[in-house]
């Protein structure tokens, strides 16, 4: 399809595992965004990329969290030594340009740490 | 620190009827406000949106309304529709270009036919 893909779609582990979440945004978008959600809360911004650099990255939590971009497409949410309070959906985005704030999303990564 | 904030956390309305959801943020450097809809099991998709230098905006049935002295803005629905049955999002960006967004808690709407 045209959207922006996510995978894995759910995705369980156990504390303390390693874990990557992949994001394949919009043909042609160069601004990338991650975000995670929480049960009842709204999106809550972790990092932006521009092309192949994290323009910003002032959301991510702690240093357990990386994403990189390597070719200025396809990004991937790696997540350390997870913790059962990394619990949530992890959703992507990308868009043309980074002004307007119109952002397409992906369905998310349900992520679930036991 | 909640920056934007959306204190109704459900909305029942009658079809046809309007429907009215409210966001307020505390953060005056906020230039863009946007609304998004999230139906279960996707994403968000951007809706409307409304730059600080206007108060008012409008798509169709949908409008949004922003009063930066009180620093609220609200989404109307005109008329609802069951379809429109959704979790609303509202949404702040900053001026810088890096199209990071504050996003409020949501509203659940349900319109009843």
């Known amino acids: 399809g045209a959207g922006v893909s996510q995978t894995p779609s759910n995705k369980v582990t156990e504390k303390g595992k390693y874990v990557e979440l992949r994001c394949d945004p919009i043909s042609g978008h160069t601004a990338l965004y991650w975000y995670r959600q929480s049960l009842g809360q709204g999106p809550e911004f972790l990092i932006y990329f521009q092309g192949t650099g994290a323009a910003d990255d002032s959301g991510l939590p702690n240093d357990r969290f990386f994403a990189v971009r390597p070719e200025g497409s396809v990004s991937t949410l790696k997540i350390q030594r997870t913790e059962r309070g990394d619990s949530a959906v992890y959703l992507c985005a990308s868009s043309l340009t980074s002004y307007s704030g119109e952002l397409f999303f992906g369905e998310g990564s349900r992520l679930t740490v036991l | 620190d909640q920056q934007v904030k959306q204190n109704s956390p459900s909305l029942s309305v009658q079809e046809g009827r309007i429907s009215i959801l409210n966001c307020d943020y505390t953060n005056s450097m906020f230039d863009y406000f946007l609304w998004y809809k999230k139906y279960p099991a996707e994403g968000p998709t951007f809706l409307i949106s409304?730059?600080?230098?206007?108060d008012k905006n409008e798509d169709g049935r949908f409008t949004v309304f922003l009063n930066k002295s009180a620093k609220h803005l609200s989404l109307h629905i005109v008329p609802s529709q069951p379809g429109d049955s959704a979790v609303y999002f509202c949404?702040?960006?900053?001026?810088?270009?890096?199209?990071?967004?504050?996003f409020g808690q949501g509203t659940t709407l349900q319109v009843k036919p």
């Open positions: 409304i730059s600080s230098i206007k």
């Open positions: 949404a702040a960006k900053g001026s810088s270009n890096t199209g990071k967004l504050i």
